[in-house]
């Protein structure tokens, strides 16, 4: 046994939620991100002590939600080399901290919607970390232990209003700017996985994201200590630990895919909000 367990919130045919257990080896890439998959409905607590019922979910049967739906999620601005390098800033010397708004969030297979009034909005591929217990000033070395799991998350930016507001809140707070998911791994080290963003346009994938999360300048521990001693951080709570190199644009028609080694897909298509002019 490898001591990974996956677990999920979920919706079923009948729009009634369940905690389950995925069972299963998740793919990497492609048009069916589930496949393969079984879905144990499970009972407890997501975060904690979960335990299956021997009883499954059909997989075409089975919307999955995010999670977990955080109090917060604390971003970290330029924490890979090579991103930082590619915006034309400075290595960050501490963690530069902003917040994204939990309302921003939405599940896998949930769409990616473009407001009007920006003409440029990029996906960035992260890790994310799920808080498991209420962390106040923990060092470095005792951090991991208040660490639930981990899973994807699509730090989804309006480059043009970042840049014209000069602060995040309006550029990474639009509604449905948070992808999470697709479940919540447990018994997996952050400190060395793989980070992509395979994008699906005209029919054809590229990876146009590739890092690891060693190559942070600030790792998960160093992270949880770090923002736990500015705000008490509560279960259910979410560091999007940064990008890797590779950001772009996004326009209505892409398909999306976070990929965590270890965790799986994260997929979400892109549209136009109803309200965007058709013309940009
Ligand atoms: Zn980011």
Redesign the pocket.
Known sequence: MSGIDRRARVRDADGRPWAVRVHGTPVEQGDAPLAGLRFELAEGDLLGELRGTGRYLAPDRVTLLPPVMPGKIV?I?SNYRAHAAELGRALPTVPKMFLKPSSAVVGPGAPIELPPGTERVDH?A?LALVVGRTLQRVSPAEALDGLAGVTCLC?V?ARDLQQLDGVFARAKGFDSFCPLGPWLVRGLDPRDLAVRLHLQRGGAWSTVQDGRSSDMVFGPAELLSFVSGVMTLYPGDVI?T??PAGVGPLVAGDRVQVFVEGVGLLDNPVRNRVDRPEST
């Open positions: 971003g601005g960035e992260e730090d930016t999007a940064g990008t």
